[in-house]
């Protein structure tokens, strides 16, 4: 069946503007997460949403960042007034409840 | 809270040799899940293997094979006669009681050559 998949792939923006992150997850996949990656590091958790509400989000770095699931499937990142410390690979991953995470392509950002 | 400690930052082989990767866990919950993802230069995170910390039998899949000690916190991952094909950065992963999220290590990047 389809992955998980996250739209664009790639996002260069302008610092202070305003980007979206989409990810669609494995249909089924009551969980969803979002982790971010920056260059020669691991992953590093976000948020993560059980159905449509957001059942943890202490890896939100600050206030600009926020996100949405709003019918239990696809979600959004948000993110406001970037900063060129917000370029990273932003990864998206999805599992059966408190089972194994199965992760997009992720969309690299780009804040000029 | 939880960490997760890949020492080795990069390995080169040549391809046929074993080689094996070190993952040091810490956690102070008893029930916690290990994980190991391949991430090839394309990118995407592949899921390699799951185990739960009450299960410490060794397994082995094909030519990749996982060590789990508790006694040592480890969860150690060796490829046997390795290919080109495995080159890619590897990262092992914990979740941790009633954590969802997983914790990374900084991941430890192969690179296997003819």
């Known amino acids: 069946g389809a992955g998980v998949s996250q739209t664009p792939s790639n996002k260069v923006t302008e610092k202070g503007k305003y980007v979206e992150l989409r990810c669609d997850p494995i249909?089924?996949?009551?969980?969803l997460y979002w982790y971010r990656q920056s260059l020669g590091q691991g992953p590093e958790f976000l948020i993560y949403?059980?159905?449509?509400?957001?059942?943890?989000d202490s890896g939100l770095p600050n206030d600009r960042f926020f996100a949405v699931r709003p019918e239990g499937s696809v979600s959004t990142l948000k993110i406001q007034r970037t900063e060129r410390g917000d370029s990273a690979v932003y990864l998206c991953?999805?599992?059966?409840?408190?089972?194994?995470?199965?992760f997009g392509p992720g969309t690299r950002l780009t804040v000029l | 809270a939880q960490k997760v400690t890949q020492a080795q930052t990069e390995i080169s082989v040549v391809e046929k040799e074993d080689v094996t990767l070190d993952c040091v866990y810490e956690?102070?919950?008893?029930?916690?899940?290990l994980f190991w993802y391949k991430q090839p230069p394309s990118g995407e995170l592949v899921f390699l293997i799951r185990r739960n910390s009450f299960d410490e039998q060794n397994e082995i899949s094909g030519r990749y094979s996982w060590n789990f000690q508790k006694s040592t916190s480890s969860f150690n991952f060796t490829i046997t006669a390795s290919q080109v094909v495995d080159s890619a950065v590897y990262f092992c992963?914990?979740?941790?009681?009633?954590?969802?999220?997983?914790?990374f290590g900084t991941g430890t990047r192969l690179q296997v050559t003819l």
């Open positions: 249909s089924g996949h009551t969980a």
């Open positions: 992963a914990l979740t941790s009681g009633t954590a969802s999220k997983l914790t």
């Open positions: 956690t102070r919950d008893t029930t916690y899940y």
């Open positions: 991953a999805s599992s059966p409840p408190t089972d194994t995470q199965y």
């Open positions: 949403f059980q159905g449509t509400g957001a059942a943890d």
